[in-house]
């Protein structure tokens, strides 16, 4: 059964810095390209950030592009999203999704940045 879990959100201040995680079951992380979205209220979901099935193509909405950065861990079967420099407007649900055949989504992780 697939299944994605993800982690590490929460408050925090302008120019301050998370990392979120998504812990995968069911399927490797390595098998398909995998993403991040966000939700933010009242708005449509976003692509933020994707990984290629290689792992060596990655992209980037503009705007995030230099502060935030997706990686992956094979071993621990986890996809990552590292945000830096957090803006106000970056406050979103994030969402991690698996590509291919059959996508899936988590349940989403809170991020707010507020001073």
């Known amino acids: 059964q697939v299944q994605l879990v993800e982690s590490g959100g929460g408050l925090v201040q302008p120019g301050g810095s998370l990392r979120l995680s998504c812990a995968a079951s069911?399927?490797?992380?390595?098998?398909?390209?995998m993403s991040w979205y966000r939700q933010a209220p009242g708005k449509e979901r976003e692509l933020v950030a994707a990984?290629?099935?290689?792992?060596?193509?990655?992209k980037y909405a503009d705007s995030v592009k230099g502060r935030f950065t997706i990686s992956r861990d094979k071993a621990a079967n986890t996809v990552y999203l590292q945000m830096n420099s957090l803006k106000p407007e970056d406050t979103a649900v994030y969402y991690c999704?698996?590509?291919?055949?059959?996508?899936?989504w988590g349940q989403g992780t809170q991020v707010a940045v507020s001073s």
């Open positions: 990984i290629s099935v290689t792992g060596s193509i990655t």
């Open positions: 069911g399927f490797t992380v390595s098998s398909v390209a």
């Open positions: 999704k698996r590509g291919g055949n059959s996508p899936s």
